[in-house]
């Protein structure tokens, strides 16, 4: 079994760094990646990164927010800078993994809220 632990932590002038971490059985971990689901929407790709540290950004946060991974620590973060009302959601960290029976699924971290005020 493989478990997602989500955190966050709030920097000096109101950015926000949000990091997830794997654990369990596994065996390697490919595309990482952020979601996000704000009430009343459906759930959204903010950002993901693939084995070789390829980027890619939903265009409302492009510039703002950077999603980096540590492979040595089963890590991806993502930080969010000059956040608007609008990134207000719930956000999920995603992890596409092969466990050590060699079985393929995504995984889900387990949601933290973000709150921007408008």
């Known amino acids: 079994q493989v478990q997602l632990v989500e955190t966050g932590s709030v920097q000096p002038g109101g950015s926000l760094s949000l990091s997830c971490t794997a654990s369990?059985?596994?065996?390697?971990?490919?595309?990482m990646g952020w979601y996000r689901q704000a009430p009343g929407l459906q759930r959204e790709l903010v950002a993901s990164?693939?084995?070789?540290?390829?980027?890619t950004y939903t265009d409302s946060v492009k510039g703002r927010f950077t999603i980096s991974r540590d492979n040595t620590k089963n890590t991806v973060t993502l930080q969010m800078n000059a956040l608007k009302s609008e990134d207000t959601a719930v956000y999920y960290c995603?992890?596409?993994?092969?466990?050590?029976?060699?079985?393929?699924?995504?995984?889900w971290g387990q949601g933290t809220q973000v709150v921007v005020p408008s």
């Open positions: 369990g059985s596994i065996h390697a971990i490919y595309t």
């Open positions: 990164i693939t084995t070789d540290n390829k980027p």
């Open positions: 995603n992890m596409d993994v092969r466990d050590r029976t060699l079985t393929y699924k995504p995984y």
